[in-house]
């Protein structure tokens, strides 16, 4: 099985969303391994693009990314946490300051250190996940000595509904976040996520922070996706056998075989990220054909409903597409009942991911065009029979 | 965040199987990194513990094992696909050959070296996902050359509903394995998984093949579970917000507030295989308090209703259990609406991974008490602030 990566398209994809701007820059979103791509590798051609902005949630990935891109920001939104602050230090990653007591944590560190600390504040405006509340960015505006030894690069806040067609959570948000900007005026100011980049210009600013549409999810499910498709997951038939009426596939026999056809089995399966929701319900694409999951997905294995699939497609090894440009990952994700971001981080422990499209321009060394799994059961990829 | 393995438990959950057995064996299922424990930590476990048969899906699982454990039985679920004959036979694994055309790669192997090749042979009863169907199996009774190169070490199938009370599957499933058996008198025995073991020592036969139990699943999720966790994941909390009546809680707004209280951000999210699944459903403890998770669980974060949690067990830093004795693996794959197999396979990419109760009379060498995370972007551990 193989996960391919297009970088050319996720380039695009990044041009596409630098055109829905007026002057306003745009990051990129790279947690959680870039959203499972690897962090390293999409950043790097989001680097060649221009990206200056790079957003990671843990410490421990903005380290990560800080060796492979010396002159880019890095923030990290989990920002100061305990036990955070000398390695943030070290390797130049600027927090996201989510409360008054990382605030406090951070402008401490800076006074031991007789430096200001570059900082993004994180203002919370409707969402109640991370970020300062309303009592707390009343008391920082009512104490701006707090931000003293800081000096603050970056005022951010977080869209929870943009996706939603009718919410008036985004309309509220913004009008939030503007009364906070009035009164805390400093740093560049940013707000929308993939979603709220594409609602309107009004939630631009002066940065956008894009995370799954740089990866090609749609970031309004309910209208046409303006992304290219930049993740393909391949993987070999494994075996083929005939199934008779009346026959069940897969665990608890959930699947009972109603006309006589064939049933084939791919080695894919939920310890790869293939989520267990997509049970009787996915689909995938065998030579020009799209079938039917079948059965219930176990944890190596899917089973596939191959019966209106020519003899000739149908042989061991054959590849089978799971997701690419005929199996969207919106569509993936919306059979097994989740979303694309939550697809793309799911693509597993257990893929060699394959690079393709990276930009013949680009000013860096050539580099490999394959890396190895993540998972440590794959000392090398395995070859074809001679 | 840290998720901990407790090996003595396992070795004891490997025991109670044990126990269950009749002069049979118990092997291990340590496919999918042992379940997402760590597969060379969990099977040098069960090692200890006279286990010397260990099951895997694919052939990188396998070579990976092999490097650890020199003198045991390795098997191959995916059996012998194009392009893996060279490395099975390099790193002596045994196939579960699922079809005559895998049986044919693999006995021509066999004959090319002029040395019979162990080979298990896999025979579907029933699911119809992999192994020899009917036809197959009963072309491999009429024309029993076709094994002449192999020495068929084990015969084994896979039962689909041993955990659905009330199936009648198992019971056909031991019915049409038997009938095999009775035609292919090789090697030892095998049909029972984790429920299988606990069902009826009528599924015994020479050889178990547990999985989900050892690592402290629930075999029938509908009786008290025989099994102890093995598993304990805790994250600290990154946040603690007052919220009040009508305030909403995380994307989409699905969760509304209708008591002033406090709600908790913890740094754990789907991209660590928390599934998304646990939405509004899932619960944790912080302290001797069960609290419900509220509004959806997004890429890198949770969030919790804390507000029946004493102040001094809420401050940034301070300890949840998301998964433990006080939370057990089914009841969070339970309300997430999955299983605990696929709660324990996701349990991510990010996590370091700590081993407890290593048994100290063990034969081999130290180890080291913590394993690093898979995902790339660990460094190094956060340490606490000095």
Not at 23 to 36: E, I, L, S
Not at 110 to 126: K, S, V
Not at 171 to 200: H, K, V, Y
Not at 206 to 230: E, F, I, K
């Amino acid at each position: 099985m193989n996960l391919t990566v297009n970088l050319e398209r996720l380039q695009a994809n990044y041009r596409i969303i630098c055109e829905q701007l007026n002057g306003g820059r745009a990051a990129a979103v790279v947690k959680a391994d870039g959203y499972g791509l690897g962090c390293v590798e999409v950043s790097t051609a989001l680097a060649q693009q221009g990206c200056r902005h790079f957003f990671v949630a843990q410490l421990s990935e903005g380290q990560l990314l800080r060796e492979a891109l010396e002159d880019v920001e890095i923030h990290v939104f989990n920002g100061a946490m305990p036990g955070t602050v000398d390695d943030l230090i070290e390797h130049r990653l600027i927090p996201a300051l989510n409360s008054l007591d990382q605030i406090e944590r951070w402008a401490k560190a800076a006074a031991q250190r007789g430096a200001e600390l570059p900082a993004t504040i994180h203002l919370d405006t409707g969402m109640n996940r991370t970020g300062l509340g309303a009592d707390e960015t009343a008391m920082l505006i009512d104490e701006p000595w707090r931000l003293d030894a800081l000096n603050v690069v970056h005022v951010m806040s977080h869209l929870g509904s943009a996706d939603v067609t009718g919410s008036s959570q985004p309309a509220e948000q913004l009008r939030r976040f503007e009364a906070c900007r009035r009164q805390l005026p400093m740093g560049f100011a940013s707000l929308a996520n993939s979603a709220g980049i594409f609602l309107d210009p009004a939630y631009h600013f002066d940065l956008v922070r894009p995370g799954v549409a740089l990866y090609g999810g749609n970031p309004h499910p309910d209208q046409r996706n303006p992304m290219q498709q930049v993740v393909t997951l391949t993987a070999p038939i494994l075996q083929v056998r005939n199934v008779a009426v009346g026959d069940f596939v897969g665990y608890a026999a959930t699947h009972e075989v109603t006309r006589p056809g064939k049933v084939a089995a791919i080695p894919v399966g939920y310890a790869d990220g293939f989520l267990r929701s997509a049970s009787n319900t996915g689909i995938a694409r065998v030579g020009s054909v799209q079938v039917p999951i079948v059965g219930r997905v176990s944890m190596d294995l899917i089973t596939i409903d191959v019966t209106d699939v020519a003899d000739s497609e149908l042989h061991p090894g054959a590849p089978v597409e799971l997701i690419g440009d005929q199996v969207p990952i919106d569509e993936v994700a919306r059979r097994g009942g989740t979303i694309p971001h939550e697809m793309l981080a799911a693509l597993g422990a257990r893929y060699e991911r394959s690079y393709v499209g990276r930009d013949p321009s680009s000013p860096t060394p050539e580099q490999p065009k394959t890396r190895a799994a993540r998972h440590p059961s794959s000392p090398r990829p395995e070859r074809p029979e001679t």
